[in-house]
């Protein structure tokens, strides 16, 4: 089974996503965490993306990212991808490369959530200032007004209600083609974010094994 999952910030697409690899033993691939690795190997592609802060063209990341695929897939895993593609054009590509190896995504999964709960949850963000941890005073709070190392906890300047709000814009502006070829296609799973964590993955299992 090959899949996408996809939602904005803080609708806990992650979370799902780590729960469904393991329970479906897919090879689950977070495109950020890929672009960091690639960037660490790859000086031309750290260039880019950290000294210039610029986006990566398709073409340079999208060989590096079929080549691990594909040992996936030779070792018999499905695929979950998350963070890719964000366009149209990265879609396409996608799915040229699917056809040439007689591989079709079963699904699209959309986590969706509200703007007020996506300001809701994101507001509530703190980071560790020491060791970078987050926590979430709604969801996964600290013991106490300090990170478990003594850090200081504290709101990112991104994390204001006004800029989560934006944010979310420009993420509704590029997801909403997206989600509308999925859905012609037949393959969106579009689920309600706002449940418990255990819910919303047994919803999904079902959902996915049931139309396997
Ligand atoms: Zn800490």
Known sequence: MNLLILGPQGS?????????????????????????????????????????????PNDMFFFAMKKLLEEKIAEGKGLLLEG??????????????????DLKI????????????????????RTCEACGRVYNLITDPPKGDACECG??????????????????????QN????????????????VDGERPIQVIADDLLNQLTGTK
């Open 151 to 172: 850090g200081r906890l504290s709101q990112r300047e991104d994390d204001t209600p006004a800029r989560i709000e934006k944010r979310l814009e420009v993420y509704n």
């Open 12 to 56: 806990g697409k992650g979370t799902q996503a780590r729960i469904l690899a393991d329970k479906l033993g897919l090879f689950y691939l977070e495109m950020g965490d890929f672009l960091r690795d690639l960037a660490k190997t790859n000086p031309e592609v750290d260039e880019i993306v950290n000294k210039k802060g610029e986006l990566l």
């Open 84 to 101: 890719f593609p964000r366009s149209i054009e990265q879609y396409q590509m996608l799915k040229n490369w699917f056809n040439q190896e």
């Open 106 to 125: 079963d699904k699209a999964i959309f986590i969706e959530i509200s703007k007020e709960e996506t300001i809701k949850r994101l507001s509530a963000r």
């Open 175 to 190: 997801t909403k083609p997206l989600i509308e070829v999925f859905e012609k296609e037949g393959i969106l799973l579009k």
